[in-house]
């Protein structure tokens, strides 16, 4: 498991005083500041995060030493990261997305289906995009109680019940 939880991420400045446009991953949209200094994938930035408004598609954010709309454009597309001590911890039944990926995935005899790929949602509940060998594309299992019964995060590896037809027999 990674110590830094994608939180966030910049899609470009907004205004000309150095704001950013800044996208929450968080469950709380507004929590993101919560969890500041935020910094880089690579750790090389380090930002405080104050929320400025609520604007279609996130927030008007400023940024800790960002002062311009030039700094703020060179940022577009920076993903924000939180140490993993910084958040809540979450209930049995709850997962970062980041702890799921790479986890391998079995059905309920135990054969191997594949491994995460990623995390989506789509609006209608989060999906678990699973690739590995026997598959020609990769398949989306719907990450919900009945598919998926067990997350066993310590052994690194997910049981499921997937629909039948999901998976090429």
Not at 83 to 112: K, M
Request: a negative charge.
């Amino acid at each position: 498991m990674s110590d830094l939880i994608c939180v966030g991420a910049i899609s470009g400045a907004y205004g000309v005083r150095g704001e950013v446009r800044l996208k929450s991953f968080t469950a709380e949209p507004e929590a993101i500041a919560d969890y500041s200094p935020l910094s880089s994938e690579d750790g090389a930035q380090s930002f405080t995060v104050t929320i400025i408004r609520p604007i279609k598609g996130g927030f008007a954010a400023r940024l800790g030493g960002i002062a311009t709309k030039e700094q703020a454009d060179a940022l577009r597309g920076t993903r924000l990261f939180a140490r993993r001590d910084q958040l809540p911890s979450l209930p049995d039944d709850e997962f970062y997305h980041a702890d799921l990926i790479g986890l391998q995935v079995f059905d309920t005899g135990g054969h191997e289906l594949g491994r995460v790929k990623s995390v989506q949602n789509h609006g209608a509940g989060d999906l678990l995009e699973i690739h590995g060998p026997g598959l020609k594309s990769t398949v989306l299992l719907p990450f919900t109680r009945d598919a998926v019964p067990t997350v066993d995060l310590t052994a690194g590896r997910i049981v499921a019940d997937p629909p039948d037809g999901l998976f090429p027999e």
